[in-house]
């Protein structure tokens, strides 16, 4: 049986993928520095570290849980940074919607494919299908200043 650190590194893998799709269905839309998997990377890695988690995530990572708020803060970061609404189609599964929670995502309009950086840490695949189109401004996303820093200096890092 798999680890938590072992998943999240599978997941990690194929996340990552899901973004090189994206990117090369997407690049002439891109204009940033990074790629698409550059990111993805960069906020897995983020994710991992415990001061990181602790202050942006809501719980500790030692706690081998799923987290709260990351996929809102992370999916209004990736939407702003590659092509907004010409890319992305925001969507969310609601609190009554999922046992799990709700799950703030994106939807490739080239693709199809549904996005989200943290999703598989959850205990049970995230149902995406229920998911419904939202405003992307409308998530909570305290410190988004504070955590694109972060994202940055991690980016600088890579």
Known sequence: MKTYAEKYEDFTRATVELAGRIQSANAAKFTVRWTLP????????????????TKFVGNTLEDNTWSYGFCA??????YEMFGRDEVWQPMAIGYKDWKYGSVVFLKDNATGINFNTMGEHYPTAVPYEIGHPIDMYKPKTPNKEIFLKALYFELRNL
């Not at 803060?73 to 990736?78: F, N, R, T, Y």
Request: net charge neutral; glycine share 0%.
């Open 38 to 53: 550059q990111v993805t990377m960069a906020l897995q890695n983020l994710y991992k570290d415990p001061i990181f988690h």
């Open 73 to 78: 803060l992370a999916s209004v970061v990736i």
